[in-house]
């Protein structure tokens, strides 16, 4: 299996305008989670779906933020419009369900918003 | 609500020196534990995991184990070499909540 895909590996983009990152789950995985690194907070879980339904939305930190799963290969998280303060690493993970099952991760999104 | 309490960083080491990095949690039920990676400008790959009280997770040569009595999952290593240098995060999954809760990270270096 490929494991998660994620694109773009490198986005540098201006104040203002939006991103759109994307993810592609691991076959059969019916949970996905974005997470987002930075040096200040660590590891935080903006959303994470289950078969393709928003659980738990709590960790968007505002409204220019926004996650998508239109099926369940496919998931974007936008931002609109940027802010240098949303420069971070934004991982995406997949898991199948099970319990004691692994979250696998996938490579990261690295933002920079100048 | 969930949590995983980390030592701090970044622990130095020599060559081939025995490591431990702490991780203690808090979890309403019975979670699963992990230890994930991180090498520099990479994504977190699984190192282990343990999924009950008394499981012993292992792999390249670290190895943890799921205390219930001390709610503790400490990474060990008997010799560490420089290519172990990363940041290394313990987490716990809470399988009703769908949740992985991380722990704050800890790096480590490795010198000659």
């Known amino acids: 299996d490929a494991g998660v895909i994620q694109s773009p590996r490198h986005e540098v983009t201006e104040m203002g305008q939006e991103v759109t990152l994307r993810c592609k789950p691991i076959s059969g995985h019916n949970s996905l989670f974005w997470y987002r690194q930075t040096m200040m907070r660590g590891l935080e879980l903006l959303i994470y779906?289950?078969?393709?339904?928003?659980?738990?939305d709590s960790g968007m930190p505002e409204d220019r933020f926004s996650a998508k799963m239109p099926n369940a290969s496919f998931s974007t998280l936008k931002i609109q419009p940027s802010e240098p303060r949303d420069s971070a690493v934004y991982f995406c993970?997949?898991?199948?369900?099970?319990?004691?099952?692994?979250?696998?991760f996938g490579e990261g999104s690295w933002l920079t918003v100048v | 609500g969930d949590s995983v309490t980390q030592m701090e960083g970044p622990v130095t080491l020599s060559e081939e020196a025995f490591l431990t990095i702490n991780c203690t949690y808090t979890a309403t039920g019975y979670p699963s534990l992990f230890w994930y990676v991180q090498y520099p400008g990479e994504g977190l790959q699984l190192l282990l995991k343990a999924t009950k009280a008394d499981d012993k997770g292992s792999n390249k040569g670290f190895e943890a184990t799921y205390r219930k009595e001390t709610t503790s999952f400490h990474l060990e290593k008997g010799s560490v070499q420089v290519s172990d240098s990363a940041v290394y995060f313990c987490a716990l999954f809470d399988g009703g909540g769908n949740k992985l809760t991380f722990g704050t990270g800890t790096q480590l270096k490795v010198e000659l």
């Open positions: 779906f289950n078969n393709n339904v928003p659980i738990d």
């Open positions: 993970a997949s898991w199948q369900g099970l319990s004691g099952n692994t979250i696998y």
